[in-house]
């Protein structure tokens, strides 16, 4: 059974930063492309941020080139470096294949910026 656990959120005032850690349990992430993902209160999930399995890196155009995402494919992990935080990126935010897959969604965590 394949497991996606979110974590390392919490709450900074705008400015601050954070990491956040996506750890895959039940499958390797190798060959995989992945991605964070964000739902704001009152919105749809939207996409953060994806890396291929080559590690090529793209971004939603309101990153604005403040968050970074990375993988450890012998960990299994994905990490998305943000900073510069704005009180508009509070939100739950969980990582996932891309595209998605509808049965590998986690609890998130959740970022909560203070402005």
């Known amino acids: 059974q394949v497991q996606l656990v979110e974590s390392g959120g919490g709450l900074v005032p705008a400015g601050g930063s954070l990491r956040l850690s996506c750890k895959v349990q039940?499958?390797?992430?190798?060959?995989?492309?992945m991605a964070w993902y964000r739902q704001r209160p009152g919105a749809e999930r939207e996409w953060v941020a994806r890396?291929?399995?080559?590690?090529?890196?793209y971004y939603a155009d309101f990153v604005e080139g403040r968050f970074t995402i990375s993988r450890d494919n012998a960990k299994d992990t994905v990490d998305l470096q943000m900073t510069s935080l704005k009180d508009n990126d509070s939100a739950v935010y969980y990582c996932?294949?891309?595209?998605?897959?509808?049965?590998?969604w986690g609890q998130g965590t959740q970022v909560s910026v203070s402005s």
């Open positions: 996932n294949k891309m595209p998605p897959g509808t049965s590998y």
């Open positions: 039940g499958a390797s992430i190798s060959g995989i492309h």
């Open positions: 890396i291929s399995s080559g590690r090529n890196t």
